[in-house]
C-alpha cells in the first residue's frame, strides 16, 4: 500500500490534478479553459499510463534478471474494447481517480465514454485473447501476447433500411494513448524470391539460401496490459508495416521515381485492415502476406531475446512456449523450422524436436469449410523456402505413419499436410497438430468431437494424449465489475471482501449460495438487474429510437449473424409469437388479458454483425429489422412484444447490453459452436440461459444444475442422422413454421422474394443446421420460462422463481474465471509457473 503511493499519481488525488494539467498542457499543447471530454480522457490516459509503464518496465526488467520460461501468445486477433476503465480498475485507482477527475470539472463516465474500442477481432476467438492476457497479467505469468496493429479494426455496421451497411472503423483518428511506439525496433521480413543451393565449405554439406525479392520492415507497437491487483504488467506486441529505406535503384535509374514510391507505401497496406470474417476465406494473398509477416517478426523477436542469454537451442523449449490461436499462425512452426536448420545449422531431426516441444495448437471449430487450406502455388510464391519445408515436413510425417501403419494408402492420402486436389493445398491444421506437442478444444464437447472427427486419424497417429481439453473462461474484471459495478460492489458486501479479492478466486462466488432464501437481497438483486434493463433500454432508445419497457423480458441474442448459430430460428419464433399475439386480439382479448394468461410482454434483442460477403447472414438481418418494423409499428400490440436490432454490436456495447439481460440466447445447432464465451457473461451477470447441448453450455450446466438453464433440442450424436434424413427423405417442415413461412410468403414483412432464399435452404436445401428440427422444442422451451418469469420485477412468482436462478446461476460460475482457464494451459500445455514480481 505504501508503495503504492509513492509509486504514481493515481493513488493520490493532487498528484493525479497535477499530473492531468501537464500532460494536458504539453502533450495535448492546449490548456484547462479550451479541454473539451475527449482532451480529459487522452490526458487522463496518458497520467493513468505514466503509473503503468512503471510497473510495465519493472515487470519486464525482473522476468528478464529472473530469465525463466516465457508464453507466447499468437492471436492475429485481440478484440480489447476499451483500455481506460480496465486500467483503473485493475490498479484499482479507480475511486480517486474518478474524484480527481470531478475535481478537474469532468465526470468520469462521460470521459470514459470517449475512448474508441480497440476492435481488432472479429468475434470469440478475438475476445478470447483479450480475456487471457488479462488473466495472463493477472495470475503472475510470463507472458506476451503478439498480433498485428490494424489501422482498421472490425467494420462498424450502420442498418439502413433494414440493411447492413459496413463503413471503415478507423479507430486511430486521434493519437492513441495506450500504445507505445518501438521506433527503435526494426524487422526486416521479406517475400517472393527464390531459393538456390549452396555448397557450404565449413560443413561440406549443400545449404538451401533464400534470396527474398520484397522486403517490408515490422515496428511494434507495445501495449501495457496491467494486472487486477499485481504489479505484474505484461507486454501486448502489435507489429506495424513500414517500407524499407532501401530503394529500388533500377527503377529509380529508369527515371521511375514514382513507381518506387509506390511500391513502398504499399508496405504499410500489410498491415492496414482486420480481414472481417469469422469463418475461413478463400485463397485471399493479402492475407496470407499478413500472416507471414506477424510470425515472421515475432520469432525474430522471441528468438532475438532468447539468445541474449543463450546458446543451447535444446533449451529453448525450456525458455519458449507458444501458443498459436488457431491455424492463422501455424506457419510460425515452418519458420522455426527455417531458423534452426537454414539459419542456425541445426540437423534436420534436432530442430524438429524443439520445435514440436514449443508449440501447441488451440482449435476452434470442427467445421471443415472453416479449416484454412492454402494453395501451394500461393506458398511458392510468397514464402519458396517454407514451401520446400513444408513437404519435408510432410514426407518425413508421412514416412512415419507408413512405418506405423504399412500399406494403408487412404490413411496417407487423408492425413497428408498437402491435399491433392483440383487446387494441390496445404492444410493448415494437419501442419498445425504434427507441429505441435498438444492440440487443445475450448469446451469438452468441443474437444471429444475433433478426437472423433476431423482429427480422428492424428488420434491413431500420435495417440490420444497430444489432444487435450481447455474449457474457455472470461474476465470477469471486466465482465462482471467493469460491466456491472452495482452488482459486483453488492457481491463484495454479502461476501465481506471489500477489496473484491472473489475477482480473482471467483470460486468464493459459491458463498452467495447462502443468500438465496433472503428476501431482502432477493429483492436488492432485481432492483439492480432494473436498473441494467433501464440503461439497456436507453441504449436501445438512442440507437434505434425504439422505446422498451425496462418491466418486460428481455431477451437477447448478440454474437455474430451465423448460420449455425440459428439466429433464424430465433425470429422465426418472434413472427411464430406475433401471429398468435395478433389472433388472440382478434377474438377480443386485451393487451392485459393476453400477458396474463398467453404470452408475457417481452422484448427481443438481437444484435451482431455479418461478414461483408455472407449473402445468408445479410438475409437474416434484413429479416429481423423488417420484422421489428411491422411489430413496433403496430398501435395493437402495446408492450406485449418489441423486436430490435442493436447496430454495431461490439465489446462496449456487450458492456451494456449483457448486465440487462434476463435471458440470452445460445442456439447454435449442436455440435457447431465449439464453446462460446458470451454464455458465460450472460450467466455470471445473472441472466438465464436458453440453449442447445452444445460447446460450454454443457459445463454451464454442469456446474450451476440443469434446473437453472432452459435446454432443450436435439443433441449433437443426433446430428448426422437428421441431416441425412433430411437428404433422403425430404425436410418436414413442423405446422408452426409452416405458419411463419406462410407470413414471409405473402408478403407481411416486405418482398418475399428478399427472404427466398433463407426460406428455400430450410424447405428444398435440406435444412443443414436443422431448425425445423428444433422449432417446436424452442417454443416448448419458451413457454416454460416464461411461467417462471412471471410479470417480471414485483411480480411475486417472479421473486419465487426466476431471481434465486439467477443468484444460483452466477454463485456456480466460478469455474468459468479465464484465470482458472489459464491456470490449465500453464500446467498442462505450457509447463510454466506463476513468477512474483
Ligand atoms: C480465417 C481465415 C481468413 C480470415 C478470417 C479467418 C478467421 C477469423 C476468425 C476464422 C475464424 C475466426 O474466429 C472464429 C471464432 O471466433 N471462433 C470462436 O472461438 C471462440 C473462442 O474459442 C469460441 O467460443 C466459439 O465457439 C468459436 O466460434
Known sequence: EEKKMENSAVYNKDKFEESFVRHVESDLARNMFNCDDLGAYQAASNAIRDSVLVDWANTQQQQTIHDGKRVYYLSLEFLMGRAMDNALINLDARDQVAEAIGNLGFNLEDVLEQEPDAALGNGGLGRLAACFVDSMSSRNYSAWGYGLNYQYGIFKQEIIDGYQVETPDYWLKYSNPWEVMRSEIQIPVDFYGYVYEHYDTNTGKPKKIWQGGERVIAVPADFPIPGFNTTNTNNLRLWNAKPTMEFDFSKFNNGDYQQSVAAQQRAEALTSVLYPNDNFEKGKELRLRQQYFWVAASLHDIIRRYKKNHKDWDNLSNQVAIQLNDTHPTLAIVELQRILVDLEGLEWNAAWKIVQRVFAYTNHTVMTEALEKWPVDLVGRLIPRHLEIIYEINYFFLKDVEAKFPGDRDLLSRVSIIEEGQVK???????????????????????????????KDFVKIFGPERFTNVTNGITPRRWLRQANPKLAKLISEKLNDPKYEYLTHLGNLKKLENFVNDEAFLK??????????RKLAALIKETTGVEVDPNVLFDIQVKRIHEYKRQQLNIFAVIYRYLHI?????????????????????????????????????????????VGEVVNNDPEIGNLLKVVFIPDYNVSKA?????GSDLSNHISTAGTEASGTSNMKFALNGGLIIGTVDGANVEITREIGEENIFLFGNLAESVDELRHKHYYEGVKIPESMQEVFNAIDTGMFGLPEEFKSLLDSIRYHSDYYLATDDFDLFLDAHKKLEKMFGLGSGDPTHLREWVPKSVLSVANMGFFSSDRCIDEYAENIWDVEPLNV
Not at 493448415?428 to 472427427?453: D, P, R
Open 425 to 455: 493445398s496445404v492444410r493448415m491444421a494437419y501442419l498445425a497438430i504434427v507441429g505441435s506437442h498438444k492440440v487443445n478444444g475450448v469446451a469438452e464437447l468441443h474437444s471429444e468431437l475433433i478426437k472423433t472427427t476431423i482429427f
Open 524 to 533: 436488492e438483486w432485481d432492483d439492480i438487474k432494473f436498473d441494467n434493463k
Open 582 to 626: 395478433k389472433k388472440l386480439l382478434a377474438e377480443g382479448l386485451s393487451v392485459q388479458e393476453i400477458a396474463e394468461k398467453h404470452y408475457i410482454p417481452k422484448a427481443s434483442i438481437f444484435g451482431g454483425k455479418a461478414a461483408p460477403g455472407y449473402y445468408m447472414a445479410k438475409i437474416i438481418i434484413h429479416l429481423i429489422n423488417t
Open 655 to 659: 458492456e451494456i447490453i449483457i448486465p
